[in-house]
């Protein structure tokens, strides 16, 4: 029955924190410390989690999307086509690192704490510059692509928001707030997939018929909040009201480090 609670709060979190401008990876490394997970058999719950926010992402977009692959197939150079290759420069700089640097990237994860709420408390900030930006009425250009794709691999790091980074980079760059919100959205999901394949193919995922039960309920619970989350951001972001994600990302950020460095 524990195993059961533990997917489901894991799941909840991961919807809410992929989303939401909180960092579902530092959650999770939080949550993790918590409920003593264990991190080789916590790999494929990861991993299954992240795709049923990656799949509420395509039931939320999935006009856009379904738009986008159509003129792409039909290599049609209008707004949709022109949207993806944006996407797809904004994948080479976590692709890049991701690729050179795997095996560091992965040290990060190993419930450091102390990492974990440094990198809140900048989430926090990011997001408090981003909130006081007024002018935000442009489309995404090209080079916008590639600084957002830029702080897409940046966070990478357990702690860094990735929807945080994309959008206040974004909005900082004066790109319109909800377009803002939808390019990071979008962004990510291929992403996730190319990260889920690779780690498919590699063999690293461990695999027991008795962790089935607890993933089903776990990829249930993360794509149902997901969805709520996705749509609540998107009107988040548009109203301005990041700031009280940055006040949030502060105090988690300073009770982890605080009750870390005590009980160390």
């Not at 489901?8 to 999770?28: A, R």
């Not at 957002?148 to 702690?159: D, E, N, R, T």
């Not at 377009?179 to 461990?206: H, N, Q, W």
């Not at 972001?237 to 006040?247: A, D, G, I, P, T």
Request: charged fraction near 15%; include cysteine.
């Amino acid at each position: 029955m524990e195993v059961i609670i533990n997917a489901i709060i894991l799941g909840i979190i991961q919807g809410l924190t992929e989303f939401l401008p909180v960092s579902s990876s530092g959650h999770l490394e939080i949550a993790e410390a918590i409920l003593g997970e264990n991190k080789k058999e916590d790999m494929l719950m990861t991993i299954v989690l992240h795709f049923a926010t990656a799949l509420a992402t395509i039931v939320i977009f999935r006009k856009d999307l379904r738009k986008i692959f159509s003129d792409l197939l039909l290599f049609e150079k209008n707004e949709s086509f022109n949207f993806s290759l944006k996407i797809i420069i904004s994948m080479i700089p976590i692709s890049l690192l991701g690729f050179l640097y795997k095996d560091q990237i992965t040290s990060f994860f190993n419930g450091e704490l102390i990492l974990v709420s440094a990198m809140l408390i900048i989430t926090g900030l990011l997001l408090l510059l981003a909130d006081k930006k007024k002018i935000c009425t442009r489309n995404i250009k090209k080079k916008d692509a590639i600084l957002i794709g830029i702080a897409q691999a940046v966070a990478l790091l357990p702690g860094i928001s990735r929807s945080g980074a994309t959008i206040s980079t974004s909005v900082l760059l004066g790109v319109d707030k909800e377009k803002s919100a939808r390019f990071s959205f979008l962004m990510v999901v291929p992403v996730i997939f190319g990260m889920m394949a690779k780690t498919i193919y590699d063999g690293e995922i461990p695999y027991n018929e008795s962790s089935l039960l607890p993933l089903f309920i776990g990829f249930i619970f993360a794509f149902l909040t997901g969805i709520f989350a996705c749509k609540w951001m998107i009107k988040l972001v548009k109203n301005s009201q990041l700031k009280y994600f940055s006040y949030y990302c502060f105090i988690i950020g300073s009770i982890t480090m605080i009750t870390t460095l005590w009980l160390s």
